[in-house]
């Protein structure tokens, strides 16, 4: 069965520092994996996604990905963080096997600091 | 609508009460998830519909909790005899099949039983 992990329950980041936020996955073939943000008392967005293709894939926000099949990794990264960026993340991978169901991670807490 | 609705948005009942949820799916999506939300905290899967296989109900937490999708659109979530621990965000989010996966998320139906 496929499943998704992000090892960190929180980030902080000083305002203007790079920032990653960590996901590893296991499949079964091809994974399809997913970034998903929730803002303070808002619903879940989709920031981006990895199919196929350039494993760097750049998503809303100024957000990027980079996808790393040897390391069975998809971290989410950004340049340059703002403290609008803080939230909560959710790496998810789509389960081929299991009917296309869309797994998700329990979540990252993102904190930028001023 | 365009996007995915849930009603109501907020719901205060007293312990022991049974509670209906609804969420409207976009039009055409096949695919409907239920997720609950404590206090900001990672995504607990209840049930996913997808089309017209059997719905995966392997995350619904008691027999209280039992979901149902009316003509492949309308999902109605509900839990009989309420608990305080039922007190959460319920999120519905759906998505069409036959793409690359990419949920829609409504905002949600904060759920306190007192």
């Known amino acids: 069965a496929q499943s998704v992990a992000q090892p960190e329950d929180q980030v902080n980041v000083a305002e203007g520092n790079p920032l990653t936020v960590k996901c590893t996955y296991s499949v079964s073939g091809n994974p399809y994996l997913f970034w998903y943000v929730q803002y303070p008392n808002r619903g879940l967005q989709f920031l981006l996604k990895?199919?196929?293709?350039?494993?760097l894939v750049k998503g809303s926000y100024g957000f990027e990905a980079e996808f790393n099949k040897s390391q069975t990794s998809f971290h989410l990264k950004k340049p340059s963080a703002l403290v609008s960026d803080s939230a909560l993340y959710f790496c998810?991978?789509?389960?081929?096997?299991?009917?296309?169901?869309?797994?998700f991670g329990k979540g990252t807490r993102l904190h930028i600091l001023p | 609508g365009a996007g995915v609705s849930q009603s109501p948005s907020n719901k205060v009942t007293e312990k022991g009460k049974d509670v209906e949820l609804r969420c409207d799916p976009i039009s055409g999506h096949t695919a409907l998830y239920w997720y609950r939300q404590s206090l900001g905290q990672g995504l607990e899967f209840l049930i996913y519909?997808?089309?017209?296989?059997?719905?995966?109900k392997s995350g619904l937490p008691s027999d209280r909790f039992s979901a149902e999708r009316t003509g492949g659109s309308v999902s109605t979530l509900t839990i009989q005899r309420t608990q305080q621990e039922d007190s959460a965000v319920y999120l519905c989010?759906?998505?069409?099949?036959?793409?690359?996966?990419?949920?829609?998320f409504g905002e949600g139906s904060r759920l306190t039983v007192l």
């Open positions: 519909f997808q089309g017209n296989s059997a719905p995966d």
């Open positions: 998810a991978v789509r389960d081929l096997n299991r009917d296309d169901k869309i797994i």
């Open positions: 990895y199919i196929t293709g350039d494993n």
């Open positions: 989010a759906s998505s069409f099949r036959r793409d690359t996966g990419e949920l829609f």
